[in-house]
């Protein structure tokens, strides 16, 4: 696959009864923190950016720490969009609709 960046969201909906399922998103979103990728966490998904190698290797860190730590069963959604001859950032598709409050921060 090519050296370009993708832009891929991950979902994950743990079908559990043994701890708060927010407490098994938690530690996904940690793995993912760790990885060094470009990410952005969001009400209902984690978006990451990256190489298409990068990417898949995050998701795959992530069901595989799922996997190892117990978690009984889970649903992960996943959204991939990749061009074929350049970069796809989230900036590009969604920086017009962000804007600055007062204090500076970004309001969606």
Known sequence: MHQYTINASIQIVPIVLDKHPYLWVDDAIAIIQQ????????????I??????????????????????GCAEWIANLQIQIRSTWNITGEEKTGKFKMENEEGNTKY
């Open 35 to 46: 990885s060094g990728i470009k990410y952005e966490v969001t009400p209902f998904a984690t």
């Open 48 to 69: 990451l950016e990256g190489t298409y190698e990068e990417v898949m290797r995050v998701i795959h860190q992530v069901n595989e720490f799922l996997y190892q730590k």
